[in-house]
Structures are given as structure tokens and as C-alpha cells.
């Protein structure tokens, strides 16, 4: 689910305790607000493992593109399309 997502039903969750609220009724107000703690914690989890995938791919695409780019270095150079100081 997306990030956005799940922190826009947290505060709708929220609100919608707030204003279902009663006064006197602290059960309702303790059981809600200790829910908001798990689920942000969960929504944390998931942003971290999110960042971790990303941060794998950009590495993976880094050396993909460090892998074409020094073929495509050593193909001028065989070439002699390009002087050496040029492509570095």
C-alpha cells in the first residue's frame, strides 16, 4: 500500500476517534491511541524495507551503467574515434 496512503487513514482513524470520543470514556481513547503507536511502527517497517529494495536497485543500476559505459569507452578507443583523454 502506498505510504501516503496508509498515513492519510492513520489521521482519518484519528479523527474519527477523536470525535467519537464521549466524555468519560478514557477505554475507547486508550485502546485507539494505543493502536496509532503499532501501526506507525508498521508503516516505519515497511519504509525501511522500501528504502532497502530502492537502495539495491540504484546500486544494480549503477554498475549496469558503469558496465556500458566502460564497453562503450573501450569500443571508441579501439575504434579511434576518440582520443583517450577525451573519453575519460
Do not use: W, Y
Not at 532497502?52 to 551503467?65: C, F, P, S, Y
Amino acid at each position: 500500500m502506498n505510504i501516503e496512503a496508509q498515513i492519510l487513514t492513520l489521521i482519518t482513524r484519528i479523527q474519527a476517534l477523536e470525535e467519537s470520543m464521549q466524555p468519560g470514556d478514557d477505554s475507547t481513547k486508550t485502546v485507539g491511541i494505543a493502536l496509532v503507536p503499532a501501526d506507525l511502527a508498521d508503516i516505519r517497517a515497511e519504509m525501511r524495507q522500501d528504502l532497502a529494495a530502492l537502495g539495491d536497485e540504484l546500486a544494480g543500476l549503477r554498475r549496469h551503467m558503469d558496465e556500458c559505459f566502460t564497453a562503450i569507452r573501450s569500443e571508441l578507443h579501439r575504434i579511434g574515434g576518440l582520443p583517450p583523454e577525451v573519453i575519460n
